[in-house]
């Protein structure tokens, strides 16, 4: 038998190469910051150039891990295969995907086009594709990978009406359209792609408004969660390392909610 695994090596990303789209938003540099500090080297995405170096420059570096910033719309397919190889070519290998990139509409139900509706599910599309370049990079290196596609609490049940009435507008229904399927690909994925290697988890915030939130609107989230307060971005970390590393070995096609207690309701 190998012999036990320490806490501390099940969780080092050292040597891992970590590519995650999104880098530069909200949750998505708290996840970044996560991934370097377990040592990994970051390649952080985004459609701007600027913004996904100045994500890169502004992740903590050891004597191990360099991190790089690259082009890319996970929502263009051929800005995915140039991003994708854009990627490569920094450190040759990809172990480690984390679908973050998101294009938001906030359009609600009663005020969505069916041009807008059709392009939020263009996320998925743009995730499923990002998620195969890496399963075939991997297959094709002879190695495995961990493949984490970023859901929401919205993807396992409805929103409260009377949460965002006469605030703002009802949560999008092409939002939770998306996220269900984002968590339903992550269980198709995870059992044909388990041979090869590669796992394939979904992992769902729950409420994390962000500074642009409305006020009002928070103060109505607050009063449905079961811990009284909004989740703050530093607490997906633990969360994100947990999925991406060996610490997850034996997990494939689970969808993990940090809720705060949502969908325990």
Request: glycine share 12%.
């Amino acid at each position: 038998m190998n012999p036990e695994a320490t806490i501390p090596a099940l969780f080092d990303l050292t040597g891992k190469t970590a590519l995650i789209s999104g880098a530069g938003g909200w949750l998505g540099s708290a996840m970044s910051r996560a991934l370097a500090e377990a040592g990994a080297n970051v390649i952080t995405t985004s459609r701007d150039l600027s913004r996904a170096t100045a994500a890169a420059a502004a992740l903590p570096v050891t004597e191990n891990n360099t991190h790089h910033g690259v082009v890319m719309d996970h929502l263009d397919e051929a800005s995915i295969e140039q991003g994708f190889a854009g990627a490569l070519a920094c450190t040759g290998r990809i172990d480690i995907l984390i679908n973050n990139g998101h294009e938001a509409n906030a359009s609600d139900l009663n005020t969505v086009t069916a041009a807008e509706f059709n392009r939020a599910l263009e996320n998925a599309t743009g995730y499923f594709l990002l998620a195969r370049k890496v399963r075939d990079h991997a297959v094709a290196r002879g190695g495995g990978a961990s493949i984490v596609l970023i859901g929401s609490m919205y993807g396992v049940v409805g929103s409260y009406p009377d949460a965002y009435e006469g605030v703002v507008s009802a949560s999008p229904v092409a939002y939770h359209t998306l996220k269900g399927g984002i968590v339903h690909m992550t269980r198709h994925l995870a059992v044909y792609w388990a041979k090869d290697g590669v796992r394939v988890n979904c992992l769902s915030p729950g409420p994390f408004p962000g500074p642009a939130a409305n006020p009002g609107m928070v103060e109505r989230l607050i009063t449905k969660s079961p811990m009284g307060r909004m989740g703050r971005p530093d607490e997906m970390k633990g969360a994100v390392v947990f999925l991406a590393s060996e610490a997850s070995s034996y997990v494939t096609g689970q969808n993990l909610l940090v809720d705060g207690g949502w969908t325990a309701w």
